[in-house]
Every structure is written in structure tokens, then in C-alpha cells.
């Protein structure tokens, strides 16, 4: 059974840097082909793709954020953890992790985590 | 502004057929680039609803279709009911961005 599961803080400062940790469960990252992305979606606003990585630790960038992202894997603890710097009240969002598939589709989503930036 | 772009709402009455257009361009859907199709209810994850054009995850109802030709694509929906009311997301992938790419997102009323 696949799962996935963001954590992090709910409340973040405008200028500070937001962690967010993806945790999942049913496959490895170590497996060839496995991919996990994220995405974000401001209330009451559409889905926007962030970053992804890769099982060989490829790593790929949204072109606008790309200065302020960075993702990382930790096989170990079956986690995937993604930070952006820098964060702006425009950056609130709920943020999803999801695995993306052969297919290109993302087939499994975490539940997703309401980020408030808020001075 | 979306790389893929979806009319901000459509509605039906239920037992009806609706479709929800995703046009593209040429470096995802022109590209030969497949589009998935999700649902998203209020206040939840998006589910996929069609994956590769066409397919359906085990479990979604054959109400549900995907095509894709060229820079367009589009999901239909038939025997619409009250519980297919939500947003519908297209996505693919954008070999220039070398990203994923979603549209802005479709919200369906059932009349």
C-alpha cells in the first residue's frame, strides 16, 4: 500500500526558509523509475508543480522558483524533504507530495500541509 | 498564467454528458506528451481520474474518458451525478520547462 505524508510548519515568517518533509511508505526511491514531485496549490487557486526527484537523484526545478528550491532524498528514512528560501505571504499554500509514475502521471498523493506565511 | 489551459467552469444536469477541454502546445501536449486528468474535491488531495490520454486507475468508473489529439485534449464525463461535482485538473509535461505542467483547473456544477 502506497502512502505518502507532508509535515512541517504551519506558520512561517516572511523572509525565513520553510522545511517540509515528505514521508512515505510501499516503494523505495532506491527502486529504478521511482520519481516523487512537489506541488503546491494557494487557496482557491490551481495546482503548480515545484520540484521532483528523481531514484538516481536527479533533480529537476519549477523555471520561477528554482533559485529558492531545493530537494533532497534520504532513502535511509524513506523521506524526501524540500526547502524554499526566502518565504513571501504570496507563497501560502498547501503543499502536496506526490509519486509521479512511469506514466508521467503522479498516481499517489500525500494528504497535503496548509502553509501560512504570516508575520 | 497555466502552460495548459482549461475553461474555468462548466455544468450540466445530471444524467447528462459534459467535457472538459486541455489545450496545449507544442513542447507537452504537441510533443507527443501524455495528459493525466485529476479530480480534486474541496479540501482534499487530487485523485487520478485518467492517466496516459485514455487509461482509468483500477476503481474509477467507466463513466469517465480521456482523449487526446494533437495540442488538445479532453476528459468527458456521462451519466453525470451530484458526486462528480468538483474541479478537474489536466496535467503533462513540458519538455522545454522540463517540468510537469497543470492546467488552471475546471470547476464542474451539476445543475
Known amino acids: 500500500q502506497v502512502t505518502l505524508k507532508e509535515s512541517g510548519p504551519a506558520l512561517v515568517k516572511p523572509t525565513q526558509t520553510l522545511t517540509l518533509t515528505c514521508t512515505f511508505s510501499g516503494f523505495s526511491l532506491n527502486t529504478g523509475g521511482m520519481r516523487i514531485s512537489w506541488i503546491r496549490q494557494p487557496p482557491g487557486k490551481a495546482l503548480e508543480w515545484l520540484a521532483r526527484i528523481d531514484w538516481d537523484d536527479d533533480k529537476f526545478y519549477s523555471t520561477s522558483l528554482k533559485t529558492r528550491l531545493t530537494i533532497s532524498k534520504d532513502t535511509s528514512k524513506n523521506q524526501v524533504v524540500l526547502t524554499m528560501t526566502n518565504i513571501d505571504p504570496v507563497d501560502t499554500a498547501t503543499y502536496f507530495c506526490?509519486?509521479?509514475?512511469?506514466?508521467?502521471?503522479?498516481?499517489?498523493w500525500g494528504q497535503g500541509a496548509l502553509v501560512t506565511v504570516s508575520s | 498564467q497555466s502552460e495548459l489551459t482549461q475553461p474555468p467552469s462548466v455544468s450540466g444536469a445530471p444524467g447528462q454528458r459534459v467535457t472538459i477541454s486541455c489545450t496545449g502546445s507544442s513542447s507537452n501536449l504537441g510533443a507527443g506528451y501524455a495528459v493525466h486528468w485529476y479530480l480534486q474535491l474541496p479540501g482534499t488531495a487530487p485523485k487520478l481520474l485518467i492517466y496516459a490520454n485514455s487509461n482509468r486507475p483500477s476503481g474509477v468508473p467507466d463513466r469517465f474518458s480521456g482523449s487526446k489529439s494533437g495540442t488538445s485534449a479532453s476528459l468527458a464525463i456521462t451519466g453525470l451525478q451530484a458526486e462528480d461535482e468538483a474541479d478537474y485538473y489536466c496535467?503533462?509535461?513540458?519538455?522545454?520547462?522540463?517540468?510537469?505542467?497543470f492546467g488552471g483547473g475546471t470547476k464542474l456544477t451539476v445543475l
Open positions: 506526490a509519486r509521479l509514475a512511469d506514466s508521467g502521471a503522479h498516481d499517489y
Open positions: 496535467q503533462s509535461y513540458d519538455t522545454s520547462l522540463r517540468a510537469s505542467v
